[in-house]
């Protein structure tokens, strides 16, 4: 996921002018611009989707529905100019347009308008089932708070334990999905080893749908270890990431999105009045008020 700083870098920041200030206020969240531009565009990702989730409650849907029709337009409109700003404001916009988020606001475009050239016939698929993709809008919101972000590069950070760790797990389930066929066989439910693999997901994810269960003492004993076993092993990715976003917490205190734009250089302290690099002045820090 794209933080503020890689934005700069590997997107490319313009080096004057009006697309100076827009990528200030769109990529940027440490000023005043740039917070509220934030903060409405989060505000109307939420509605948006609201909107979508009641357009498909019919009851709703047949009072109100053109309202909806109306209303999601309006936000079609509106992110459809915010995704050609950014390709405006960027030096590299195919580079946003192939990232992450670029993909993101594509889909939430996207259903709308081909929603005016798919005919509704019925050999075609309905065309309010692609008012659902619609929903990718909600994952822009991982763009905008620091929150997603600092556990986003917690997960990056621990991503190869995790892997160790969901090796280990996948292991024990094909070893003990493998046993339990042996030990309770088709008569009892597990007719093959992908289908007692599949209990021992369930059971080792306290799960446990019931659609197969061991009948024999032996087999009752192996699920119950399983499921003790799944409580151990469900804290250990919360421990793995939840000590990888503690080392990060010193680092994003210091680490702000504040831009010399003299020299572009980026990392400023909040309490930093002249650039750390060719000690031009900075424009003052935006700090939220609790």
């Known amino acids: 996921m794209t933080t503020p700083q890689e934005a700069s870098s590997h997107l490319g920041k313009p080096l004057q002018g009006w697309r100076l200030k827009l990528f200030t ?3 940027e969240a440490d000023t005043r611009a740039g917070r509220l531009f934030d903060q409405w565009l989060i505000a109307a990702i939420l509605v948006s989707v609201w909107v979508v989730a009641l357009g498909s409650v019919s009851a709703i849907d047949q009072k109100v529905g053109h309202w909806f029709d109306v209303l999601e337009w309006v936000f079609t409109l509106m992110f459809t100019a915010e995704y050609v700003a950014r390709l405006l404001c960027v ?35 309905d065309v309010r089932v692609l008012r659902l993709l619609r929903v990718f809008r909600v994952f822009k919101l991982t763009a905008y708070v620091q929150e997603y972000q600092s556990l986003a590069r917690a997960l990056a950070a621990s991503r190869r334990k995790i892997s160790v760790f969901l090796s280990a797990v996948l292991m024990i389930v094909l070893v003990m999905g493998t046993l339990m066929y042996v030990v309770e066989g088709p008569v009892n439910g597990f007719t093959s080893i992908p289908t007692s693999v599949y209990w021992a ?20 004993f192996i699920a119950s ?25 010193g680092l994003n205190t210091l680490s702000t999105t504040r831009t010399c734009h003299e020299c572009l250089t980026e990392g400023h302290l909040p309490e930093a009045r002249y650039c750390l690099h060719c000690g031009a002045h900075l424009s003052p820090y935006f700090r939220e008020t609790p």
Do not use: N
């Open 91 to 125: 030096r590299h916009p195919m580079r946003y347009a192939l990232s992450f988020y670029g993909v993101i606001d594509l889909l939430s475009l996207l259903p709308t308008y081909i929603a005016l050239l798919v005919p509704e016939v019925s050999a075609l698929i």
């Open 225 to 249: 270890c399983m499921m003790l076993l799944g409580w151990g092993t469900l804290a250990v990715p919360t421990g793995i990431v939840t000590s990888e976003m503690a080392s990060l917490r």
């Open 25 to 27: 206020i769109i990529f």
């Open 201 to 220: 997901v369930t059971t080792m994810t306290t799960v446990g749908f019931g659609d197969i269960t061991p009948k024999t003492d032996l087999g009752r």
